[in-house]
């Protein structure tokens, strides 16, 4: 059976075109009735609207790993005063690796080795002034 409106050749069973998206009077098929597996619709129809999927965004995450940036470049300044190139490292450490998947995926990578290296040596610093060498 073919479309009245665009001549396409129908699938049994068919409630509409799956060319034109046309109405199919079911009075006219001759066949029985089957359950049928519904046909993409066509990309030359200007007529059919299609849904397109879109990935999802990222998640917003600039300020955590901006700060993770920061901290990660405090922790190095501050290794002098080791306490406080720890404490920032690991903020750092810590902002970095919950914005790893966030649209500023480079500044939570840097803060995050950035404060991983002022971490190593600030402990590396506590650890000479307490043991005596």
């Avoid at 609207?49 to 300044?77: E, N, Q, R, W, Y």
């Avoid at 306490?83 to 914005?99: C, R, S």
């Avoid at 500023?104 to 506590?126: D, E, F």
Wanted: aromatic share 6%; glycine share 12%; with cysteine.
């Amino acid at each position: 059976m073919k479309c009245s409106k665009c001549k396409y050749e129908l699938n049994e069973g068919a409630y509409y075109c799956g060319n034109c998206g046309y109405p199919v009077n079911q009075n006219q098929q001759s066949l029985p009735q089957q359950k049928t597996v519904p046909q993409p619709i066509s990309q030359n129809n200007p007529n059919l609207v299609s849904k397109s999927i879109t990935p999802a965004p990222k998640p917003l995450g600039g300020k955590k790993a901006t700060a993770a940036l920061i901290f990660g470049l405090l922790g190095l300044v501050l290794w002098i005063l080791p306490p406080l190139g720890v404490l920032n490292g690991f903020l750092a450490i810590i902002f970095g690796t919950q914005t790893l998947n966030s649209d500023k995926k480079r500044y939570a990578l840097v803060g995050l080795i950035v404060g991983g290296i002022s971490m190593l040596v600030s402990i590396m610093l506590i650890g000479g002034s307490i043991i005596p060498g």
